[in-house]
Every structure is written in C-alpha cells, then in structure tokens.
C-alpha cells in the first residue's frame, strides 16, 4: 500500500535524521500605553504613564513627549513615566512610546492622549474692605473664564452652614471681621479655594444723645447749651467730629 507523505511529514523525519532545520520566525508584538491620573484630571495633579510588554531585559524604551517638550517634572525610567499636570501647558496633548525588542530590532509605537482640565481661580471679587458698623456689601467670588463653566459658589464650605450662593452679603461689625472661606467648582469638577481669609474692617457707629444745659422750653432771645453725647457698647470711640443742624 503507497501512503502519501506531505512536506511536514518529511521534514519531520528529516529533522530528527539531522538534515532538515526548520527557520522560526521571531513573534510579532503590540506596544501598549496606560494613562492614570493621580486623584483627577483637573491640573497639578500627577499623571502617570506605564508601557507594555514591561520588560527591560527584553525590551528598550524610547518617549516621545507633544511636540518634542516635556512637561514640568518629567521623569521617566524604563517602561513607567510620569509628570506633574499644568492646564497652560497641556491639553489634550498625545505621548507616545517606541518599545524595541532587543534580540530582534523589532519595534511597535503606542500612544495616549492626556487631557487635563483647568482649575478655576480661587479667592474673592470685591468693592471695598471697610465700611460702618451695620452697612452691608456684597463679596462675589474671584472672576473666571465662562468658556469653562457653570461654576458652583459654596460659601463657608467648610461648616455646616455653607451657603450655594452667587454672592455673600457681608455685614460690617465694629471691628474687624472675617468673610466665609469659599470653594469655587467649575464645570469639569475642578475646585479651588481662597488662599488667604478676606479682612474686613468696620467702623462702630455711635450711638448718640442730645440733652440741653437747662429748661428746653425758653423765650427768643435766651441762650440754651445743647450736649451730644457719643458712645458705644463695646468701643471707645475717638477722633469724633460733630455736625449739627436744625432740622425745625
């Protein structure tokens, strides 16, 4: 009986006799790239790079940063890189990395895009940081760009009695006083605070009493001393100046 043997079968036979080799092609690869964000993606976070296969005895590495600049505090090492995030210098900005094989020369190319969100300006808008005892003024919060809104105002966040408000309305008292820390939140959930607290310094207004220096029914022509007295419940007032008028 004939059987029929194909060219493996032959080979095999072959091999095994010592006259046939077989030529194995090296195994392709596909680089990889994974992005993670360190707490958000709103900036001066860390943002963090990491290459596959990672395997520096196998494999070299060589980053590629957005048109060939690197941001603030670049560090890299191997198949990891990481990198401090700043919204003016990166947005939607694409890294790559070129893995090479070290036994073959064979290469592969990944890449990601980085996107960063802005974090809003913190602190306050105001007209004025002194005022009389009682008077009111408006506090708004620090002015930002509408392109990256709507912005969420949260006044006294820190408290229980934090306020969402556009605005504060803040009463001056005799002395100096405080405005609520506020926590200004735009529209990609980026968050910023005030870095220093809002002094504001009032005036305590008297409180005044007009007496007369004797009978305050009297003839044309008599001589009545009036007296203002000027006080005030918690302050020693100085530095008065008095205005009268008739107001008959």
């Given amino acids: 009986m004939k059987k029929n043997f194909n060219y493996v079968s032959i080979c095999l036979i072959l091999f095994f006799a010592g006259a046939c080799s077989f030529n194995l092609n090296a195994q392709s690869f596909a680089a990889q790239l994974n992005l993670q964000y360190y707490n958000s993606q709103c900036e001066n976070n860390a943002v963090f790079l990491d290459a596959l296969p990672n395997d520096t005895s196998l494999y070299s590495y060589s980053w590629t940063c957005p048109s060939g ?47 960063i969100y802005p974090e809003p300006n913190g602190g306050y808008s105001y007209s004025s940081l002194t005022g009389c005892e009682g008077s009111q003024l408006a506090i708004y919060p620090a002015q930002n760009n509408p ?65 007369a220096n004797g009978l305050v029914t009297f003839c044309a022509g008599d001589n009545v001393e009036l007296i203002c007295e000027a006080t005030h419940l918690s302050h020693t007032l100085q530095n008065l100046t008095y205005q009268w008028k008739n107001i008959v």
């Fill in 147 to 211: 392109a990256y809104g709507p912005y969420t105002i949260n006044w006294d966040y820190n408290s229980s009695s934090s306020l969402i408000a556009d605005s504060f309305m803040f009463t001056f008292g005799p002395a100096m006083g405080l405005v609520p820390d506020v926590l200004i939140t735009n529209g990609y959930g980026c968050s910023a605070s005030n870095f220093n607290f809002l002094h504001m310094y009032g005036s305590p207004t008297p409180q005044t009493t007009i007496s």
């Fill in 69 to 115: 600049v690197c941001p603030n505090l670049w560090t890299q090492s191997g198949a990891s890189a990481s990198f401090f995030s700043t919204f003016n210098q990166l947005a939607n900005e694409e890294f790559s990395v070129t893995i090479t094989k070290i036994s073959s020369g064979e290469t592969s190319i990944a890449s990601v895009t980085v996107i």
